[in-house]
């Protein structure tokens, strides 16, 4: 496990179930490129009893001829081909009864979701292959991977027919935090600053393909134009590439994902609806929950209201960043990114990257604040008088009696609160006071890459919180 960086929590829950007294079947989801079979792979040493990785838009034929290839392989056998998924687990049963050694038997089969093509038959046979046997026998551990997070979700663990509840263990593999990836940096021999790793975080999130990718001899500006902006460059493609592989018709998905990436405040449904030109009802629904299943955009409900009144809002860095400034077709200079920066365009990118990276480090802000130990709900909240056009993206209500309202400023230096912005952040907090009617106490907190300058408006502030705290673990 040397080669796995972070990941402390996946770990000490892989070491738990692997030493329990009954047959485990492990689900692993989470978005695209993300690690999913590396943390398995490490953490089992590449141990397996048996492994098997579905081929994308493979025949069923290839995929049997897959199966057999990787069970001749691991058994040392010859065994033959079969021609339906029934005599294929029937093998793999013969199989796993012939192992005599001791211990688990780490059966690993990945991108599971690519396997069940349409009348394959492939659930059905995997379904009986747990219930009438693996299920039974405590020294199986069965690991099920995929990319394809709505499927796993709807046909393995919210599954209604046989493998209904048959799931034992699941983790969902979240892209690193700020903390990771600066341990993944560091290994790679990669130096850069809090300040440029805030910046890489804020194009590629915290996605480990991604940031393998980097290379050590060249500045953050130049990596960046090279996997971007130079012709056939790695990352320039992966965009369509991401959400063909996970959604059967993702065409609707990458609109909603694109005029979400256009509003920096969010959407709500019906305004989602009025923008995508998508009727409303089930087919959005669906799509919405795929999106969100998948990491790509997070429901952020609105603080003191109904259900009905959630916001929609990107928080795939990746896609954020290629609709910006690599979809729109008119860059043809490689040196793209290092032009632009410090530009308006870019400023208004950084600045709605800024607040997105803050709100998915929550946790680190709520230690900073001292708060870890205190039951909060996040939320945010839209003046309903669209004329005052106040809106506050971070809204922390503690059972303390106290609610944080959050205000998130990108900067190259120290943030200076003037007078103007003085008193359109005490007009913030006091409208939101009000306009809510709540009886708590309201904090305001600074969230700035390098704190809040000393003169006569800071006292205004009850707490601030730098990109430095961040970097918590």
């Keep these: ?22 047959a485990e079947f492990l689900v692993v989801y989470g978005r695209r490129r993300v690690g999913k079979t590396f943390l398995i792979k490490q953490f089992f040493k590449e141990n397996f009893t048996f492994y098997l990785t579905g081929a994308e838009n493979a025949s069923k034929k290839q995929q049997l001829f897959n199966f057999t290839t990787a069970l001749n392989k691991c058994s040392g056998k010859e065994f033959p081909p079969v021609d339906s998924w029934q005599k294929a687990f029937v093998q793999l049963e013969n199989y796993i009864q012939s192992v ?22 492939f659930l059905s046979a995997f379904e009986h292959f747990w219930n009438s046997y693996a299920s039974s026998q405590k020294e199986i551990f069965l690991v099920a991977c995929g990319s394809a997070t709505s499927w796993i979700m709807n046909k393995i663990i919210r599954n209604r027919g046989g493998l209904h509840n048959r799931v034992t263990r699941q983790i969902f593999l979240q892209p690193f935090t700020l903390f990771e990836t600066e341990l993944f940096l560091k290994s790679k021999k990669i130096v850069l600053s809090r300040f440029q790793i805030a910046q890489c975080y804020m194009i590629m999130g915290g996605i480990p393909y991604y940031l393998e990718q980097l290379e050590k001899k060249y500045s953050l500006e130049q990596n960046i134009d090279i996997l971007f902006f130079k012709k056939n460059s790695i990352l320039r493609n992966e965009f369509s590439k991401i959400y063909s592989s996970l959604f059967k018709f993702p065409d609707k998905h990458m609109k ?30 669906t799509i919405l929950e795929e999106l969100e299943l998948c990491g790509f955009i997070n429901v952020n409900n609105h603080f003191s209201t109904a259900n009905n009144n959630k916001f929609y809002q990107i928080i795939d860095f990746y896609s954020l960043f290629y609709i910006h400034f690599v979809k729109t077709g008119r860059v043809s200079d490689k040196n793209f990114w290092t032009n632009i920066i410090n530009t308006p365009s870019h400023n208004a990118w950084a600045g709605f990257s800024f607040e997105l990276l803050s709100q998915l ?17 996040t939320s945010s909240w839209r003046c309903r008088d669209k004329d005052k056009g106040v809106q506050i993206d971070i809204i922390i209500d503690r059972n303390d009696h106290v609610i944080n309202v959050c205000e998130v400023k990108f900067s190259r230096k120290e943030f200076v609160i003037t007078k103007e912005y003085d008193k359109n952040l005490r007009n913030k907090v006091w409208t939101f006071a009000e306009s809510t009617r709540t009886k708590k106490a309201v904090h305001t907190t600074m969230i700035t890459t390098y704190g809040v300058k000393r003169n006569e408006y800071r006292n205004n502030i009850q707490s601030q919180v730098t990109l430095d705290d961040l970097f918590a673990f």
């Excluded at 005599?100 to 038959?121: C, Q, Y």
């Excluded at 256009?262 to 989602?272: A, M, N, P, S, T």
């Design 1 to 22: 496990m040397d080669n796995i960086i972070g990941r402390v929590y996946e770990i000490e829950r892989l070491t738990d179930y692997i030493h329990s007294d009954k």
């Design 100 to 121: 005599k050694t001791r211990g688990r038997k780490v059966i690993f089969i990945d991108e599971l979701p690519w396997l069940d093509n349409a009348k394959s038959g």
């Design 256 to 285: 909603i994902v694109e005029i979400l990436a256009q509003k920096r405040k969010g959407l709500l449904r019906e305004e989602i609806v009025k923008w995508s030109k998508i009727p409303d009802g089930g087919g959005l629904t």
């Design 361 to 377: 480090h929550i946790d680190q802000i709520r230690k900073k604040l001292g708060i870890s130990g205190v039951i909060t709900y």
